[in-house]
């Protein structure tokens, strides 16, 4: 399975940017992905995650911003990230989530390689 990341890029704050990431194999349609982000420094976190069914959860510094959703004809899986903040700023990757979209699995796929989102005040 490869997991490829795009549709980062440099935004001011309050801008907007869609993610995308597109995932090869059948694996897509029956686990939980989840979108993560790592700042320079910084450990690998979870920004939100979606079940095969739909269902969503999003980190508390997100909530309201961000809009995690997937099309499972097209194994892709897109966040919407609105009125962006500076802290924002990170290397986004896909990855699967558990099974209720609540934290990362008990074992990730191969990472991909991430986009980088850059917010500049």
């Known amino acids: 399975v490869q997991l490829q990341a795009s549709g980062g890029g440099l935004v001011q704050a309050g801008g907007s940017l869609r993610l995308s990431c597109v995932a090869s194999?059948?694996?897509?349609?029956?686990?939980?992905m989840g979108w993560y982000r790592q700042a320079p420094g910084s450990q690998r976190d979870l920004v939100a995650a979606?079940?095969?069914?739909?269902?969503?959860n999003y980190a508390d510094s997100v909530k309201g911003r961000f809009t995690i959703s997937r099309d499972n004809a097209k194994n892709t899986v897109y966040l919407q990230m609105n009125s962006l903040k500076p802290e924002d700023t990170a290397v986004y990757y896909c990855?699967?989530?558990?099974?209720?979209?609540?934290?990362?699995?008990?074992?990730?796929?191969?990472w991909g390689q991430g986009t980088q989102v850059t917010v500049s005040s």
């Open positions: 990855n699967t989530a558990n099974g209720r979209a609540q934290g990362p699995p008990l074992k990730f796929i191969s």
């Open positions: 194999g059948s694996i897509f349609s029956i686990n939980a």
């Open positions: 979606i079940t095969s069914g739909g269902y969503t």
